[in-house]
């Protein structure tokens, strides 16, 4: 959808270049519903004090924002997965054709918060599982659902909580999200950094995203975090 993309890049000039404030007329679709689902039943299984995952839900800004007030994360990144380096811009990425999911890749602590606990969210608030190629108002490949498992015991966990939601009937559609290798992640440029809550009154993060925020505090109030993990704190 060009004529999205257009308005998306331009309202980001305009944002980056401190022109637009609150702008509450302007709607670009809507929030999605969280649903509260079960925890896997099978889990993650490690030592490690750290460990990272790498989640496509849709546009980055959300899923970043709602990954970033989850106790345990230590750090979620805006970034490209599924394509190759030299296409990993947002400009050759919005076009759709490059391989490449807007996607955040998450680190976290495992004894403050397990991998099947980041699906659950995943799943549940980040985003909605069962649109294909598209989320909310974001249509095109590049804003698909996709987990990208870094080893066999994330393949192993993710496939089989798909399974047991599916067969659960958690969700009004099936799930389809996608498992793909990964490949290697690209952080995306600096502007989409920390995007929620540096410009909280944007109206597409309002529209979309700040629910989502809202839905993890209220469906998982123990996981919940007020103050976020931010990108550039950690630079």
Same mark, same amino acid.
């Given at each position: 959808?060009?004529?999205?993309?257009?308005?998306?890049?331009?309202?980001?000039?305009?944002?980056? +270049?401190?022109? =637009?404030?609150?702008?509450?007329?302007?709607?670009?679709?809507?929030?999605?519903? +969280?649903?509260? =689902?079960?925890?896997?039943?099978?889990?993650?299984?490690?030592?490690?004090?750290?460990?990272?995952?790498?989640? +496509?839900?849709?546009?980055?800004?959300?899923?970043?924002?709602?990954?970033?007030?989850?106790?345990?994360?230590?750090?979620?990144?805006?970034?490209?997965?599924?394509?190759?380096?030299?296409?990993?811009?947002?400009?050759?990425?919005?076009?759709?054709?490059?391989?490449?999911?807007?996607?955040?890749?998450?680190?976290?602590?495992?004894?403050?918060? %397990?991998?099947?606990?980041?699906?659950?969210?995943?799943?549940?608030?980040?985003?909605?599982?069962?649109?294909?190629?598209?989320?909310?108002?974001?249509?095109?490949? /590049?804003?698909?659902?996709? =987990?990208?498992?870094?080893?066999?015991?994330?393949?192993?966990?993710?496939?089989a909580y798909i399974a047991q939601l599916d067969a659960a009937h958690s969700f009004d559609k099936p799930i389809v999200t996608k498992l793909e290798s990964f490949n290697g992640f690209y952080p995306a440029e600096e502007e989409h950094q920390?995007?929620?809550?540096?410009?909280? %009154?944007?109206?597409?993060?309002? =529209?979309?995203?700040?629910?989502?925020?809202?839905?993890?505090?209220?469906?998982?109030?123990?996981?919940? /975090?007020?103050?976020?993990?931010?990108?550039?704190?950690?630079?």
């Amino acid at each position: 959808m060009k004529t999205l993309f257009t308005w998306r890049r331009t309202l980001l000039g305009l944002v980056t +270049a401190g022109v =637009i404030g609150q702008c509450s007329a302007f709607s670009l679709g809507g929030a999605e519903e +969280a649903v509260l =689902i079960a925890p896997p039943t099978l889990d993650e299984v490690t030592q490690a004090h750290s460990e990272t995952a790498v989640f +496509a839900g849709g546009c980055f800004w959300g899923v970043q924002g709602v990954f970033q007030h989850v106790k345990g994360v230590k750090n979620a990144v805006s970034g490209y997965a599924g394509g190759a380096a030299n296409t990993a811009q947002y400009e050759r990425v919005s076009d759709g054709d490059t391989g490449h999911a807007e996607s955040v890749e998450v680190t976290y602590d495992p004894s403050q918060v %397990s991998y099947g606990t980041l699906l659950q969210i995943y799943f549940s608030v980040a985003h909605n599982p069962t649109e294909l190629n598209r989320q909310g108002p974001d249509t095109g490949t /590049q804003y698909r659902s996709a =987990i990208f498992t870094k080893n066999s015991e994330q393949q192993k966990v993710a496939q089989a909580y798909i399974a047991q939601l599916d067969a659960a009937h958690s969700f009004d559609k099936p799930i389809v999200t996608k498992l793909e290798s990964f490949n290697g992640f690209y952080p995306a440029e600096e502007e989409h950094q920390d995007f929620l809550t540096e410009h909280p %009154s944007y109206p597409y993060i309002v =529209i979309n995203d700040l629910p989502k925020v809202a839905q993890l505090k209220q469906l998982y109030p123990e996981r919940y /975090q007020e103050k976020p993990v931010l990108v550039k704190g950690q630079m």
